[in-house]
């Protein structure tokens, strides 16, 4: 069992059972102690009693004085009864055994001895005998009494006990149920901080949480700033590297490019074609530090807000094309996605539609049966049967054979491939030239129609 939940219900429920079934078992044994303890005393004050009323003819046979003599022993079978053995002569017995006898052990004067034994009609009697002396002569006294009324009142209480004792149980289980349930509760916070970080709203979790949680909440804290850290300084070297890049590559095609450095033809175009390639690493790891900004990690993607940026951004870049880019959105709410990799992702399909296109660039987003939608498409040429094949073609990177689309589309699929969506090409889609189709899936479905 995994759950910190059901391993306290477990151990608490087996906690309880063992006590609860204990205590039964103790009170069972002190009830029943009592009792016989209870029925002993009574039957040696009735032994005591018989001795008083006790006296012998002048042939030492014992007889007892009826006014003295309890009426229960004179009715018969009524449970209590007693026999008198003198160590010679008849013994005496109760009228109430009418015609059977009971068990007579042989004591000293002193001794005392307790058992139980069935007596007359099905009856269960205890029986209490004890040797006296009495004046020159010796006998047992044993008295016996039935117990089934008695052990009736002892079944009935212990049936009782037993039913208070299993509600008792389950009121407690159900109180310590509460009790951990409730305790638990104090890690919800937890859980709304872990989402709310997922969706980009938070960058560190409250600390106001149970104190055994407050060490694990800290150093995750102290993680997710360090992540952010790390992050950020990532981008910016990214940034500055490509950007300091920039200069020295197109010194060197300067510099490769005139005519009195002597090389030949096909030396020459290799080393500019290997210049040219260098300039495009640079130049697309420069636009994905632009592109993701100053977002930290986890921050979700929200299109509402990131859509009017992106676009003033791309129409700076491409200013001297007066380009028409339309961009609908019918999403309002946040996007569990990761924002650097969305505008990482937008950024390059908008940038390669950009750049082919004649006048218009459209991009709609939507959400639709838990997966967003990213259509991008341009009025541009379009784009050739082999070449949609090529691009679809696991590991080929266009960006780095042909001059066009392609620039950035390594990234796209890499960040589409993380998130398990799907991209698709159409070579002619509503403006005329290429079409392309993102869907990711979503976590939360129910952004549906938002």
Not at 319 to 334: Q, T, V, Y
């Amino acid at each position: 069992m995994t759950s910190l939940e059901g391993r306290l219900h477990l151990g608490l429920a087996l906690s309880l059972a063992l006590l609860i079934g204990g205590a039964w078992w103790l009170g069972h044994a002190a009830l029943h102690h009592t009792a016989n303890a209870f029925v002993f005393s009574r039957l040696e004050h009735d032994a005591e009693g018989l001795l008083g009323a006790l006296g012998f003819d002048a042939q030492g046979a014992p007889h007892l004085e009826s006014p003295h003599l309890t009426p229960v022993y004179e009715q018969p079978y009524s449970g209590h009864y007693f026999v008198i053995v003198p160590a010679t002569g008849e013994p005496l017995r109760s009228r109430s055994l009418w015609d059977t006898d009971l068990e007579s052990p042989a004591l000293r004067p002193g001794e005392t001895r307790h058992w139980t034994l069935q007596g007359p009609d099905e009856q269960h009697l205890v029986a209490w005998a004890e040797g006296y002396r009495f004046g020159e002569h010796d006998l047992v006294v044993v008295i016996a009494e039935d117990i089934r009324p008695l052990s009736a009142e002892l079944r009935h209480f212990e049936r009782l006990f037993a039913i208070m004792a299993v509600l008792g149980l389950l009121l407690s289980l159900l109180i310590q149920r509460l009790i951990v349930r409730r305790a638990f509760a104090g890690l919800r916070p937890i859980y709304r901080d872990i989402e709310q970080l997922e969706r980009g709203r938070l960058i560190t979790l409250s600390e106001n949480v149970p104190r055994e949680m407050q060490p694990l909440v800290r150093k995750l804290n102290r993680l997710l700033v360090l992540l952010g850290q790390r992050l950020e300084r990532s981008r910016t070297a990214a940034g500055n590297l490509s950007h300091a890049l920039k200069g020295p590559l197109v010194l060197l095609r300067q510099y490769l490019s005139d005519p009195t450095l002597h090389l030949t033809p096909e030396t020459r175009a290799g080393l500019l074609d290997q210049v040219e390639h260098l300039r495009r690493i640079a130049e697309r790891q420069l636009k994905r530090a632009r592109l993701a900004g100053a977002g930290g990690v986890g921050e979700c993607f929200e299109p509402a807000a990131e859509l009017p940026v992106l676009k003033r951004l791309l129409e700076r870049i491409h200013a001297g094309r007066s380009l028409r880019i339309d961009l609908e959105c019918a999403i309002e709410a946040p996007l569990p996605l990761d924002r650097e990799d969305m505008l990482e992702l937008l950024g390059n399909l908008l940038d390669n539609a950009c750049k082919w296109a004649r006048e218009r660039v459209r991009a709609r987003l939507h959400v639709e049966a838990g997966t967003l939608v990213v259509l991008v498409e341009d009025d541009g040429p379009g784009c050739s049967e082999d070449a949609i094949a090529d691009i679809t073609e696991r590991g080929v990177r266009l960006d780095e054979q042909v001059g066009g689309h392609g620039l950035g589309l390594a990234i796209v699929k890499e960040i589409v491939a993380g998130y398990q969506g799907v991209l698709g090409f159409e070579r002619e889609g509503e403006l005329g030239g290429l079409r392309v189709d993102v869907r990711l899936p979503l976590q939360d479905a129910g952004l549906d129609g938002r």
